[in-house]
């Protein structure tokens, strides 16, 4: 099981971007998911989550700006980011509690790094 987060990359204060987290393998399940940033110098901080059944929850930082959905179908997830500030700068993770025919396991993606410039 695998998963791929992309769809970073350099953008000016004020723009857009959409990350994408996709899961893949021998997967029976894909249940919450969740976005978390990491700037340099700081903490791993949680960003968004949503639920299996799409409920969602956003950091107070975030919550106008950024919309977090996911098509189960495809086993994925998305972070469309509008308005992003130069302190959204940071790379982003993507993490899942994901279900195989034998186990049920949390999963990170490698990270995808978004650069704001002002």
């Known amino acids: 099981v695998q998963l791929q987060a992309s769809g970073g990359g350099s953008v000016q204060a004020g723009g857009s971007l959409r990350l994408t987290c996709t899961a893949s393998g021998n997967i029976f399940r894909v249940g919450d998911m969740w976005w978390y940033r990491q700037a340099p110098g700081k903490q791993r901080e949680l960003v968004a989550?949503?639920?299996?059944?799409?409920?969602?929850d956003y950091a107070d930082s975030v919550k106008g700006r950024f919309t977090i959905s996911r098509d189960n179908s495809k086993n994925t997830m998305y972070l469309q980011m509008n308005s992003v500030k130069p302190e959204d700068t940071a790379r982003y993770f993507c993490s899942a509690r994901i279900t195989t025919p034998s186990i049920t396991e949390m999963y990170w993606g490698q990270g995808t790094l978004v650069t704001v410039s002002s």
């Open positions: 989550s949503i639920s299996l059944i799409g409920t969602t």
